[in-house]
């Protein structure tokens, strides 16, 4: 009589638990995991649903990471400087790769969304018109539709581009100048921008057409449009600090070409600090007399970008040539923030 009653027990428990597993999987599954696909199949193999509880999470926490990013990349700009005591421009070779650590941890964000795409069903256009809409749950045509649509864009903004120069192309070039490389990061990180910001709005249009709004709370609302405020005026603030870089070596240049003694590597700190010539030079030369903001006794128009050249944006420089640690780069971040 107990053998019967504990087999009754068990098939009543494993009954039990396999109705529970099908609730979770079929039903609660759907808004707390997202899981409407393949129900045995493993986690890698899961079909997720765009509505659920899952994604709408990881909306919210990409949609941070987009934006961390958004606010990385300006930096970059930042790396070009002039030290005023030697009359040369470098590049932050270790602010660079500073930097480079913060974008790799946002790039692994934006492979791990990429991934989540490929994974994640989506509506039938034609169900929609009989009804509200029927997911579709095959890879293939998941995987097919993805990458017809928004693979490219993704696949654009998650390139690790400044890494690439940073790491690899500035150091096997042969005359890898301060110049060369601010226009190459330059022109990546403005490239790369307009990718990632047709990342954002999509996915702020989805939490919102999912949700109703992006923050839950009325200050966390307030704070987000704060922030988007904030992240234009320090993109604007890092391309008139690097506009105001330009327009400096643009007058050097200038100046430079008028003179037979001088060379443009002069104006370059990595070349300048191994040229005996170039301190002979920088006793007579007038380049950066006449290229004085503050003066500019030859007329060249420094505009806006005058503001820029006064003792506060100097960086010093020892008697080794090195850069010695200055607040610059901390006063040139929030700079950048404010200046708008």
Known sequence: MNLAYMRMTMKAAVGQVERWRNL?????????????????????????????????KWNHIFLVTSLVGLFIDPLFLLLPQIMTAASCMYVDIPLGFTLI??????DFFSVLQILMKFRTAFVSRTSRVFGKGELVLHPRLIAIRYLKTDFAIDLAATLPLPQI???????????????????????????QYVPKLLVIFPLNWKIIKNT??????????????????????????????????????????????????CNPLFLDCSYAAAMEKREEWAASTQVFKNCNARTTPNGFQFGMFA??????????????????????????VLLSVLWA
């Open 165 to 191: 120069i940073i790491w690899f192309i500035m150091p096997l070039k042969k005359s890898p100048t301060a110049a060369h490389a601010n226009h190459a990061i330059t022109l990546v990180i403005m490239l």
């Open 101 to 106: 650590f913060f974008r790799v941890i946002v």
């Open 212 to 261: 109703g709004v992006v923050a839950k709370t009325a200050w966390s609302g307030a704070a987000y449009n704060l922030l988007l405020y904030m992240l234009a005026s320090h993109v604007l603030g890092a391309v008139w600090y690097l506009m105001s870089i330009e327009r400096e070596l643009s007058c050097w240049k200038m100046e430079c070409k008028k003179e037979e003694k």
């Open 307 to 332: 503001a820029a050249y006064n003792d506060q944006f100097a960086v010093r420089m020892d008697k080794e040539w090195r850069p010695q640690h200055t607040p610059l780069r901390h006063y040139l």
């Open 24 to 56: 979770v999987v079929e039903g609660c599954a759907s808004k707390a995991w997202s899981l409407v696909y393949e129900r045995d199949a493993p986690w890698w193999e899961q079909i997720l649903d765009p509505n659920g509880e899952l994604c709408l």
